[in-house]
């Protein structure tokens, strides 16, 4: 067999499994590993200007198709502590990503040597597998091990730790019969799948509910196709957003406390059914358990056994992957169908569509400063059905889920349950990685901007092109709108006057210039006029430099969006339509 360096045995590893772009940052203690990838040349390498950039660049290079894993490396101590949060953000969206870091000799290791932390330890609870290798004959059976893990079962991030001395011994390795393991991925039986569907066959207003699992399964055509079989109306997840098309007679709308829809809440507090496939029951979907589940009977499948039953137990679970359920419930739907043995939706479904088509919100202001609805307004209907949209946490995402609609999976590209400020940026990077052509927008409030506004030098210096929606009302306004209930308005201001920036009046950062500073193109925004055509100015910008550009959009200061403590009870803030 080959000698080699443990360090390009890893190497060799992630091109067998079908790594080919990797995010990082060097140093020290993982220079043996950039080595191995400078000699075999077969991994872009994309420069991340902060490691836990880097590692929501992995996040969103994932989410971008099936199949993707993204791969993010830092060296030792603070590297890997930085990433823990691109880590933790991936492991609660079920997605895999692979983090490796470098580390200390193994003979220095609790010796409280320079940037030596027990990563290991730290990492293990947002990681389906952390795990620092002492033994360098192992590395090349670990990196084999990580994607087996990252694959099999509910997906997730795996850490690996690489002592210096260990990327740096030589042992023996025969890349040429490599092979990857297969992936375990839980499968639904014949038996339960009729029962489900016998449940749901004799409830009068069944809904689906379509999670996340199902655009990781890469599932949603099988999704489609079983709703229009059965007639039964589809409410999607936030994460599950595109599985169904948003024009689809059977997409019923989102419900929860916050990125919903006034016609989705409403279904689903008329249904009596409700199959959750690949969804996982999150409270900002479901309010409190009591209102959400009263008169109602539950199916839930999800990949995880420990999932049905986490947050209430359902009348029957069902461990499986989605994939596997859906085809298998399309089989048998086809079968009773020809038999006439399904119930005729026909009824139901007209209800849903009529309060899709009357239950609305309003979002045309035409107001000086602009209202933030008629940002979104202007978005959905300027950038089209194929737009894949970014975002990550605030009220700019959530009035993004309520007024822009989704047309295919992995087009909305969205932290879920982690929500860190700053992914938005480097999330985007990663989605033009992985697909080059895309039509890509990120939407951020101005606070979620700031955090990791210093990736954009990375996208200048690596061409990575896309527009980014900036609304600004110099405010944490989601922060501001809870800090409602306590009667204050404190430490959430982030306006200031800016001595260098006078026309801003008073909004502080001046991001036209910080923008421009780190590489790329902006533009400011004052009137709602002129929206499209600063949109139509940032394709033009786009493809002439081949950078990123941002949409500033200055905002009234205050504005607060629709939601709530229970899914019948939110709270509209603004105009809402009932259309006749």
């Given at each position: 067999?080959?000698?080699?360096?443990?360090?390009?045995?890893?190497?060799?590893?992630?091109?067998?499994?079908?790594?080919?772009?990797?995010?990082?940052?060097?140093?020290?203690?993982?220079?043996?590993?950039?080595?191995?990838?400078?000699?075999?040349?077969?991994?872009?390498?994309?420069?991340?200007?902060?490691?836990?950039?880097?590692?929501?660049?992995?996040?969103?290079?994932?989410?971008?198709?099936?199949?993707?894993?993204?791969?993010?490396?830092?060296?030792?101590?603070?590297?890997?502590?930085?990433?823990?949060?691109?880590?933790?953000?991936?492991?609660?969206?079920?997605?895999?990503?692979?983090?490796?870091?470098?580390?200390?000799?193994?003979?220095?290791?609790?010796?409280?040597?320079?940037?030596?932390?027990?990563?290991?330890?730290?990492?293990?609870?947002?990681?389906?597998?952390?795990?620092?290798?002492?033994?360098?004959?192992?590395?090349?059976?670990?990196?084999?091990?990580?994607?087996?893990?990252?694959?099999?079962?509910?997906?997730?991030?795996?850490?690996?730790?690489?002592?210096?001395?260990?990327?740096?011994?030589?042992?023996?390795?025969?890349?040429?019969?490599?092979?990857?393991?297969?992936?375990?991925?839980?499968?639904?039986?014949?038996?339960?799948?009729?029962?489900?569907?016998?449940?749901?066959?004799?409830?009068?207003?069944?809904?689906?509910?379509?999670?996340?699992?199902?655009?990781?399964?890469?599932?949603?055509?099988?999704?489609?196709?079983?709703?229009?079989?059965?007639?039964?109306?589809?409410?999607?997840?936030?994460?599950?957003?595109?599985?169904?098309?948003?024009?689809?007679?059977?997409?019923?709308?989102?419900?929860?406390?916050?990125?919903?829809?006034?016609?989705?809440?409403?279904?689903?507090?008329?249904?009596?059914?409700?199959?959750?496939?690949?969804?996982?029951?999150?409270?900002?979907?479901?309010?409190?358990?009591?209102?959400?589940?009263?008169?109602?009977?539950?199916?839930?499948?999800?990949?995880?056994?420990?999932?049905?039953?986490?947050?209430?137990?359902?009348?029957?679970?069902?461990?499986?992957?989605?994939?596997?359920?859906?085809?298998?419930?399309?089989?048998?739907?086809?079968?009773?169908?020809?038999?006439?043995r399904l119930a005729d939706r026909s009824d139901w479904l007209h209800a849903c569509q009529e309060r899709k088509r009357t239950l609305l919100r309003r979002s045309d202001y035409d107001s000086v400063p602009v209202h933030p609805l008629r940002v979104y307004h202007e978005m959905d209907a300027y950038f089209g059905r194929d737009v894949r949209y970014v975002a990550s946490i605030g009220l700019s995402q959530i009035a993004a889920a309520q007024f822009l609609h989704v047309h295919h999976p992995r087009h909305w590209i969205n932290c879920g349950q982690a929500g860190p400020l700053g992914w938005t940026i480097p999330a985007a990077l990663g989605v033009r990685v992985a697909d080059p052509d895309a039509d890509i927008v990120a939407i951020s409030g101005d606070y979620d901007f700031q955090f990791l506004i210093e990736e954009l030098a990375v996208a200048a210096q690596f061409k990575l092109p896309y527009?980014?929606?900036?609304?600004?009302?110099?405010?944490?306004?989601?922060?501001?709108?809870?800090?409602?209930?306590?009667?204050?308005?404190?430490?959430?201001?982030?306006?200031?006057?800016?001595?260098?920036?006078?026309?801003?009046?008073?909004?502080?950062?001046?991001?036209?210039?910080?923008?421009?500073?780190?590489?790329?193109?902006?533009?400011?925004?004052?009137?709602?006029?002129?929206?499209?055509?600063?949109?139509?100015?940032?394709?033009?910008?786009?493809?002439?430099?081949?950078?990123?550009?941002?949409?500033?959009?200055?905002?009234?200061?205050?504005?607060?969006?629709?939601?709530?403590?229970?899914?019948?009870?939110?709270?509209?803030?603004?105009?809402?339509?009932?259309?006749?």
């Open positions: 067999m080959a000698k080699m360096t443990a360090a390009e045995a890893a190497v060799l590893v992630m091109e067998k499994e079908g790594v080919h772009v990797a995010f990082g940052v060097p140093g020290a203690a993982i220079n043996p590993l950039y080595a191995a990838l400078r000699k075999r040349d077969s991994i872009r390498h994309i420069l991340a200007r902060h490691v836990e950039g880097a590692s929501h660049m992995a996040e969103g290079f994932t989410r971008a198709a099936a199949g993707n894993i993204g791969v993010c490396i830092g060296t030792s101590g603070p590297a890997g502590t930085d990433m823990i949060t691109g880590l933790y953000a991936a492991h609660a969206d079920s997605v895999p990503i692979l983090c490796i870091t470098g580390q200390a000799p193994r003979a220095r290791l609790y010796k409280e040597d320079f940037q030596a932390v027990d990563i290991e330890s730290i990492a293990r609870p947002v990681t389906k597998w952390s795990v620092t290798v002492r033994e360098p004959a192992l590395v090349p059976q670990v990196f084999q091990q990580a994607f087996h893990l990252m694959r099999s079962s509910r997906p997730g991030p795996v850490l690996i730790d690489l002592p210096l001395d260990v990327q740096l011994a030589q042992i023996e390795f025969d890349a040429e019969t490599y092979a990857p393991l297969p992936a375990y991925k839980p499968a639904a039986t014949r038996a339960q799948v009729e029962k489900a569907l016998r449940m749901m066959n004799e409830s009068a207003r069944p809904v689906l509910t379509a999670g996340g699992g199902i655009i990781n399964a890469d599932a949603s055509a099988l999704l489609v196709e079983f709703a229009e079989l059965t007639g039964v109306p589809v409410i999607p997840t936030l994460m599950g957003w595109g599985s169904i098309p948003d024009d689809h007679p059977q997409m019923a709308g989102m419900a929860g406390l916050q990125t919903s829809h006034r016609y989705g809440n409403a279904t689903l507090l008329a249904s009596d059914f409700v199959l959750g496939i690949g969804n996982r029951w999150a409270n900002r979907h479901t309010g409190s358990v009591d209102v959400f589940t009263k008169d109602r009977t539950f199916v839930h499948i999800d990949i995880e056994p420990t999932q049905i039953g986490r947050v209430f137990g359902p009348d029957f679970g069902i461990v499986s992957d989605a994939k596997a359920a859906l085809a298998l419930l399309v089989e048998v739907a086809r079968e009773w169908k020809a038999d006439g527009i980014h929606v900036l609304v600004n009302n110099a405010y944490l306004g989601l922060i501001r709108q809870a800090q409602r209930n306590f009667e204050m308005d404190y430490c959430v201001q982030l306006s200031f006057e800016n001595v260098n920036a006078p026309e801003l009046e008073g909004y502080g950062v001046d991001h036209v210039a910080v923008v421009e500073g780190l590489g790329c193109k902006a533009i400011r925004v004052f009137r709602p006029d002129d929206i499209v055509p600063a949109f139509e100015r940032a394709r033009e910008l786009m493809r002439q430099y081949a950078v990123p550009v941002v949409v500033e959009v200055i905002l009234e200061r205050v504005t607060n969006i629709a939601m709530g403590t229970e899914i019948d009870a939110l709270n509209e803030f603004n105009d809402v339509l009932t259309v006749e």
